[in-house]
């Protein structure tokens, strides 16, 4: 059974840093796509950065220039650099794994921004 934890998550300051680690579990053939998504209290989720198989990189434009999302595949996990962040970039943030056969979710890990 696959399994995806993210970690990393925080309260931090404006201008400050933090990085996101999801590590996966369990066996994940055929991946298409993996990614971040974040959802703020009363809005929908929205992706944050996408990282394809070949290695394309795709961020939202609240986020371009200031995170980047990369992966370790020997430590099965993905990870998302967050810089210069903002109030605006609190929510919970999900990683996701799109493959041939199914979709997995993380449990989701809380960023907190203060100014």
């Known amino acids: 059974q696959v399994q995806l934890v993210e970690s990393g998550g925080g309260l931090v300051q404006a201008g400050g840093s933090l990085r996101l680690s999801c590590a996966a579990s369990?066996?994940?053939?055929?991946?298409?796509?993996m990614g971040w998504y974040r959802q703020a209290p009363g809005k929908q989720r929205e992706l944050v950065a996408h990282?394809?198989?070949?290695?394309?990189?795709n961020y939202a434009d609240s986020v371009k220039g200031r995170f980047t999302v990369f992966r370790n595949n020997a430590k099965n996990t993905m990870y998302l650099q967050m810089d210069s962040l903002k109030p605006e970039d609190t929510a919970d943030y999900y990683c996701?794994?799109?493959?041939?056969?199914?979709?997995?979710w993380g449990q989701g890990t809380q960023v907190t921004v203060s100014s």
């Open positions: 996701n794994v799109d493959s041939a056969r199914e979709t997995y």
């Open positions: 369990g066996s994940i053939s055929s991946i298409i796509v």
């Open positions: 990282i394809f198989s070949g290695g394309r990189t």
